[in-house]
C-alpha cells in the first residue's frame, strides 16, 4: 500500500473521477480499518474525517484485530475509537494521560464506559508506564506538549525512552504534529504549538527507534509555520508530519 499521498489542491475533478479515486482509495484500506470509520458510535466525528484523514493516518499506525495500543493524551476519544473498534475484544487501548492534563480529560476518562477494551492511565508526565507492553504507540499533535512548562516539562529523551521500553520488539511508534519552521527545534512548542519535524526525528532515533517513513496526507504547504495553531486563518488546517518509527525486533 502507498502511504505517501501528495495533496491537490485546487484541484477540481470530474464527479466520476472523483468517485472512482475514492473507490480505489477505500479498497486499498484494510476492512478492518474502513468499517471502524464506519462505526455508528462515532458519527459525531465523522465531520472531521476527510480533514484528519483519519483512516489513511489509522492504517499507516498499522493496528491490526487483537493488537495492544498506548495512545498519549486521547483528548477527545477521536483517535481512541477507532482504535477500540480495530482491536476488538481481543486487543487492548491504553490512554495516557499525563497528570498536568488530567484536567482536560473529561472526554477520555468517560471512554471505558462505551469502549471496555479502552483503559485509562493517569500518570505523571515523565513517568509513562503501561501495565503490558504494546504493539503500537501513538501521538497525535501533542508530542510537542512534552517539553513545555505545564508538563513538568518532560524531556523528550524521558518520553521516548518510555514509549521504547513500552513497546514490543518491533512495536511501531507514531508521532503526529504540527510542523514549525525548518531548523527551529523546539522554540515554538510553547507558543505556537508546532514543532521541528527534523527535531522529532534525532529524539526518537537517539531513543534507540529506527525511522520507518512518513505519511504525507496531512501536508499543507499554504501553511507558512509562522501563526499559532490555533490561529483562526490556519486552524484545522496546518501543515502536520507522520512519522513512523519501529522499535528494533532485536531489543
Do not use: C
Not at 78 to 96: E, L, M, Q
Not at 164 to 183: Q, R, S, W
Not at 223 to 232: Q, R
Amino acid at each position: 500500500m502507498k502511504w505517501i499521498l501528495p495533496l491537490a489542491a485546487g484541484l477540481t475533478l470530474a464527479t466520476g473521477i472523483a468517485a472512482a479515486a475514492d473507490m480505489a482509495k477505500s479498497d486499498a484500506l484494510p476492512g478492518y480499518v474502513a468499517s471502524a470509520v464506519a462505526d455508528p458510535g462515532r458519527a459525531a466525528d465523522s465531520k472531521d474525517d476527510s480533514r484528519r484523514h483519519v483512516a489513511e493516518i489509522v492504517a499507516f499506525s498499522g493496528v491490526k484485530p487483537g493488537d495492544s495500543v498506548l495512545e498519549l493524551v486521547p483528548g477527545s476519544g477521536y483517535w481512541s475509537r477507532v482504535f477500540s473498534k480495530i482491536v476488538g475484544p481481543d486487543g487492548h487501548v491504553y490512554g495516557a494521560v499525563p497528570e498536568p492534563m488530567k484536567q482536560y480529560s473529561d472526554e477520555t476518562m468517560a471512554l471505558p464506559k462505551s469502549y471496555p477494551n479502552f483503559e485509562v492511565l493517569v500518570q505523571p508526565a515523565n513517568a509513562l508506564t503501561t501495565p503490558a507492553p504494546v504493539d503500537v504507540a501513538f501521538t497525535a499533535q501533542n508530542y510537542h506538549d512534552y517539553p513545555d512548562k505545564f508538563m513538568g516539562p518532560t524531556d523528550p529523551a524521558i518520553l521516548n525512552k518510555a514509549v521504547f521500553a513500552a513497546l514490543k520488539p518491533g512495536g511501531t511508534y507514531i508521532v503526529v504534529d504540527h510542523v514549525a519552521e525548518a531548523g527551529s527545534g523546539l522554540r515554538d512548542t510553547e507558543t505556537l504549538h508546532r514543532i521541528d519535524p527534523a527535531t522529532v526525528k534525532q529524539q526518537v532515533v537517539a531513543a534507540g527507534f529506527e525511522f520507518v517513513g512518513e505519511s504525507d496526507v496531512l501536508r499543507n504547504p499554504a501553511d507558512g509555520h509562522k501563526v499559532k495553531v490555533f490561529d483562526k486563518s490556519i486552524r484545522g488546517h496546518t501543515d502536520q508530519f507522520a512519522y513512523k518509527f519501529r522499535k528494533p525486533a532485536a531489543k
